[in-house]
């Protein structure tokens, strides 16, 4: 569960923190007059995000469908202890409230950046 939670951190679908990041990105792209540009910068994003989804889908899909002519009886059932899930669910816990409240942590960083320089 937590492996598809960054998947889609990756791809940048709402609320994760990579859709925070492409959407200033898109927006900044839209408010500047300079043409086609303005417009292409947007759908370069969507692409990207797109292609994103496309190479990491089948590492995904074989990692959680690996097939009907896999051997599942050799397996042997393991469950991780929280010294593995702990860091797991802290960076996907991470990623979701860095993508609902942004403007936290851009403020934060900006007064640190005004702070140094």
Known sequence: MVLRHRFYSLIGIPPTCAFVSKWF???????????IFSY?????????ALLTAGY????????????A??????LKKYEPN???TGPLIILAACSILIGMFPTELINFFTDLAKTIF
Do not use: N
């Open 56 to 67: 990491l889908m089948p590492v995904v899909a074989e990692g959680f469908f690996p097939g």
């Open 40 to 48: 292409l910068g947007p759908i370069v994003l969507l692409v990207s």
């Open 25 to 35: 990105l898109a927006t900044g792209a839209l408010q500047e007059p300079i043409g």
């Open 82 to 84: 929280r010294y593995m």
């Open 69 to 74: 002519d896999f051997d599942y009886s050799s």
